[in-house]
């Protein structure tokens, strides 16, 4: 199976900051890599698939980069309903498996 | 507009049984695969199981693989997960969840575009 790792863990940022999440999976998955985001009670929301390509509807604040086995997600000037837990998730093949997540919390 | 709604979450107790649904809309459902992801209390995401559109091809992660078996109603646009031999670790929230790409036959692209807002399966004695 594929491991898929991320860091950091969580992180703290403040409304306004650019934060970057790095995920990184066991073996080459090319760009079969997705980012969801998960708020409190939620359901998980799909932000990027692809490594880079945009969700329609979700903001342009958020891009995706990476192939093979590193990969990150870079969230430009956050916004309060950005902060949450975000799972990258590799699509290569089953079974999909998610990473750990990272939760960015207020600073 | 996409909906999916889960059902069927419950107390049970251990090596008992559930079955889970997922009703589905807004999509023409019988072209796309339906995930399962759990995710257990304050824990990550797990994906449990994957029916490709048609219902012929089936997925499981190697947890659940021989105790739980998903199959799909095109007709009524429904997708079940039947849990059986329960065990305390399949405790968690349950989604069911759309393919993001448009497969009648297989699992799709594996990426889920689409979310129900879970069932909760409790396991214990």
């Known amino acids: 199976d594929i491991q898929m790792t991320q860091s950091p863990s969580s992180l703290s940022a403040s409304v306004g900051d650019s934060v970057t999440i790095t995920c990184r999976a066991s073996q080459n998955i090319a760009t079969y890599l997705n980012w969801y985001r998960q708020t409190l009670g939620e359901a998980p929301n799909l932000l990027i698939y692809?490594?880079?390509t945009l969700q329609t509807g979700v903001s342009s604040r958020f891009s995706g980069s990476g192939s093979g086995t590193d990969f990150t997600l870079t969230i430009s000037s956050l916004q309060p309903d950005d902060f949450a837990t975000y799972f990258c998730?590799?699509?290569?093949?089953?079974?999909?498996?998610f990473g750990p997540g990272t939760t960015v919390d207020i600073k | 507009e996409v909906q999916l709604l889960e059902s069927g979450g419950d107390l049970v107790h251990p090596g008992g049984s559930l079955r889970l649904s997922c009703a589905a809309s807004?999509?023409?459902?019988?072209?796309?695969?339906i995930h399962w992801v759990r995710q257990a209390p304050g824990k990550g995401l797990e994906w449990v199981s994957t029916i490709g559109g048609g219902g012929a091809h089936t997925y499981y992660a190697a947890s659940v693989k021989g105790r739980f078996t998903i199959s799909r109603d095109n007709s009524n646009n429904t997708v079940f997960l039947q849990m059986d031999t329960l065990r305390v670790e399949d405790t968690a929230l349950y989604f069911c969840?759309?393919?993001?790409?448009?497969?009648?036959?297989?699992?799709?692209?594996?990426?889920?575009?689409?979310w129900g807002q879970g069932t909760l399966v409790t396991v214990s004695s």
């Open positions: 692809s490594a880079s």
């Open positions: 807004g999509f023409t459902f019988n072209n796309y695969a």
């Open positions: 969840a759309k393919d993001r790409r448009q497969n009648p036959v297989f699992y799709g692209s594996g990426t889920s575009d689409d």
């Open positions: 998730q590799q699509s290569f093949g089953t079974p999909f498996t």
